[in-house]
């Protein structure tokens, strides 16, 4: 784990900040980013939605290096980090993507938006989806309830008070909320909970299939 924190900070981020570098740092140990990267192709093209600094998409360029990558980050401040990283296509809204994605990957977004916004962002990603592509959202749920108290703590600090994270509130939900919104829209899938040994309660869906 340590060994490819280091390396993808080395690499990718060798010319950024402290503060940066520590904030990629910190993600890249308290998110089980493997079991993610797992779920996905070997080849084709992946959305990586919501993408923060690129911590993701540095994954996929170690295991997945035949993928073709397009990140997408509202942040500005974390825009002006992703502009410097070579072999991936960094977009401002879904109206520049010309084809269908094969891999569709939405980490830690949906907590940050209001749930009334969830059915309408899930249904315009999936119209980017190609009909035998692969959706995946990685998310922090609301069980087991030590680990959610934790990570409200966590969320308060970085959003509301050091402003790391942007979005509209915290917004901590069930299981069943995801895979209730995920079935209107696929015929697969897979749900399971991957925070073994970590305090931050990660939930994975694997979808596929679209239903339209």
Known sequence: MFSTSRHIISTYYQDESWSVKLHVFIRSVIVPW???VDEIPSTGVLLDYGCGHGLFLCYCKIFRPDLILIGLEPDARKKAVLQKMKDVRIIDNLSEIENRIDCIVVSD????ITPD??????????NYL??????????????PRIKYWFNILHEMLTMKMFGVTEGDSINLLPVRHYGSMLSNHFAVIKGSAIDGGYLWPHYLFVCKGKLH
């Open 34 to 36: 493997r079991m993610v």
């Open 109 to 112: 977004v949906f907590y940050a």
């Open 130 to 143: 190609s009909n035998d592509g692969i959706f995946i959202i990685k998310e922090i749920v609301n069980r």
């Open 117 to 126: 916004s969830h059915k309408l962002l899930l249904a315009s990603l999936t």
